[in-house]
């Protein structure tokens, strides 16, 4: 298994950054370019969740993502240790956002170009987002993971 963990700034500007690294990094796997163009989409959307809801754009804290590959899989994990989510499966419906100027699909993006989700969240103490992708797999809306 290959392994990068990464830090960095929870400012904007760091969304793009993310995109490209895990991009670069899971292309080792035998991704085709449609499929690194989902991944690199869910990840925007998990690190902009750290950035704007976990730290409400505080630019002074730190996202973590962690990604892993090995043979055609990869698994992605972006933690922040922000305010976290006061209920998960209302965070998860479709269209559902605690900010009213944005659309509340960052999480139904993710779901459905994984083929694996989960999200683990504790108020006041952050939130881990992993998600998972094997290379070739039919695409299908992820389950979420209890």
């Known amino acids: ?12 500007e760091n969304v793009a950054f993310a995109r490209v ?6 292309s080792q796997v ?13 990840v925007s959307e998990a690190v902009s969740n750290a950035i704007i809801h ?10 973590r993502l962690e990604i892993s590959i090995a043979d ?5 994990v972006v ?13 998860l419906e479709p269209a559902f956002s605690t900010d009213p100027e944005r659309m509340g699909l960052g999480f139904s993006f993710m779901q459905s170009f994984m083929d694996k ?12 987002v992993k998600m ?5 797999a039919t695409r299908r809306a992820a389950v979420p993971e209890q």
Request: proline letters at 4%; aromatic letters at 8%; zero cysteines.
């Open 30 to 42: 035998d991704f085709t370019l449609p499929d690194l163009e989902e991944i690199k989409v869910a």
């Open 54 to 63: 976990g730290y409400e754009n505080n630019p002074d804290q730190v996202v």
């Open 117 to 128: 989700f989960n999200v683990q969240s504790e108020p006041g103490q952050g939130t881990r």
């Open 21 to 26: 690294t895990v991009a670069t990094f899971v």
């Open 1 to 12: 298994m290959n392994k990068a963990v990464l830090e960095f700034s929870s400012r904007a």
């Open 72 to 76: 055609e899989y990869m698994e992605l």
């Open 79 to 91: 933690i922040d240790r922000g305010i976290g989510i006061e209920d998960i499966e209302k965070a």
């Open 132 to 136: 998972s992708r094997r290379a070739g």
